[in-house]
């Protein structure tokens, strides 16, 4: 791989970008008023919707668009994360790594990330006089396990709603290790392709209500486009020059935004926001680039964090101050994130033993 491919911090500008789009969408999508995203099922009036508010230039149009698309942060990350594994895993080191150890290992990681927040938004919650109180010992297991994602209703059981990524994220890792590490990118492209099939056939005419799509879409099959393609990337991407970047930016928010009208063009969507990502972040000079690599190193903190200081904050929103709101939660989350990256220092890093 050459080091122009992907650099530190271009790999950081992308995580800083998926995860204001992520923190962002996951405020503003429970504002009454704001236009819903397709993520899990899909409605054709939702984008219809969106249009209508960006054709008029609605006031409220940044609460819209994060609405709406913020939840795209989710491909930027799994493209990241696949790259990232090819890119450790494969191209910088020669030993075999045993499957036990490295799942156990990126479970161990998963769960040192996830615990404190876990902690800090039940407490949050207990305190909330309308707060989620449903954390009994099933629950709190299977998402100490991150297995919940596989169990009935995971809309209403998975609390915070955001950490449902963490166990998406570890499914991904035992898919990688165990069929597509190290082997024919072929393999790769046709499980991409069984998984894409799987989820069209639950169109909304096949699945009323889409209760299986959504069960679906909270697993790994849901996630596999966007992983494969930053596995394919680190195996077989090229450097382009800026006009190429100019054009695949271009026609990747056409793609973005036509394709959410059709059910099976939106199932290709995180395609083209993972092209559009990476073109725009090739096109941007590296000091413009400086806020979104600062937000990307504390992007994993950020995530973690964030869903407790909605859970607090929202409540100006409500209450009419939607922007005041919305500054402050962004205000506290990066505070909140410096506690917990601080606090992190004081929890064991989990080693890959082979």
């Not at 096949?206 to 790994?220: C, M, T, V």
């Not at 394919?232 to 990747?252: E, H, P, T, V």
């Not at 607090?312 to 506690?339: D, E, N, P």
């Not at 601080?342 to 064991?348: A, D, E, K, N, S």
Request: charged share 15%; proline share 5%.
């Amino acid at each position: 791989m050459k080091k122009e491919l992907l650099s530190i911090a271009e790999s950081k500008a992308l995580r800083g970008i998926a995860i204001l789009g992520i923190i962002l969408h996951n405020y503003c999508h429970f504002l009454r008023f704001a236009v819903k995203e397709n993520e899990y099922t899909f409605t054709a009036a939702k984008p219809r919707q969106f249009l209508e508010k960006l054709t008029s230039l609605n006031p409220d149009l940044f609460v819209h668009f994060f609405s709406f698309l913020g939840h795209y942060g989710v491909p930027v990350f799994l493209f990241i994360s696949g790259f990232g594994l090819v890119y450790k895993y494969e191209q910088h080191t020669e030993k075999r790594t045993p499957a036990l150890p490295f799942i156990g290992f990126h479970y161990a990681k998963l769960l040192r990330l996830m615990f404190l927040g876990y902690i800090g938004f039940a407490v949050v919650s207990y305190l909330h006089p309308h707060g989620y109180h449903g954390y009994n010992l099933e629950r709190v297991i299977a998402q100490l396990i991150m297995y919940i994602n596989l169990l009935p209703d995971p809309d209403h059981i998975i609390k915070p709603g955001p950490y449902w990524f963490f166990g998406l994220m570890l499914q991904l890792y035992i898919v990688y290790r165990l069929f597509l590490y190290k082997t024919k990118s072929l393999y790769t492209i046709i499980l991409i392709a069984v998984c894409w099939i799987i989820q069209a056939i639950f169109t909304p005419d096949n699945d009323p209500g889409g209760e299986a799509l959504n069960r679906i879409r909270y697993n790994f099959i849901g996630g596999m486009l966007p992983f494969g393609m930053g596995i394919l990337y680190a195996r077989y991407g090229r450097c382009l020059d800026r006009w190429a970047y100019l054009a695949i930016a271009i026609i990747s928010a056409i793609a973005v935004l036509a394709g959410s009208f059709w059910f099976q063009t939106w199932l290709w969507v995180p395609l083209f926001v993972v092209t559009g990502a990476v073109a725009s972040v090739k096109l941007i000079p590296e000091k413009a680039l400086t806020p979104m690599v600062w937000f990307g190193a504390i992007s994993s903190a950020l995530f973690v964090v964030h869903p407790i200081t909605r859970e607090i904050i929202i409540r100006m929103s409500y209450k009419g101050y939607v922007y005041s709101g919305i500054i402050t939660y962004i205000i506290a989350s990066i505070l909140l994130a410096w506690i917990f990256k601080l606090c992190f220092r004081y929890i064991p890093k989990p080693k890959l033993r082979t």
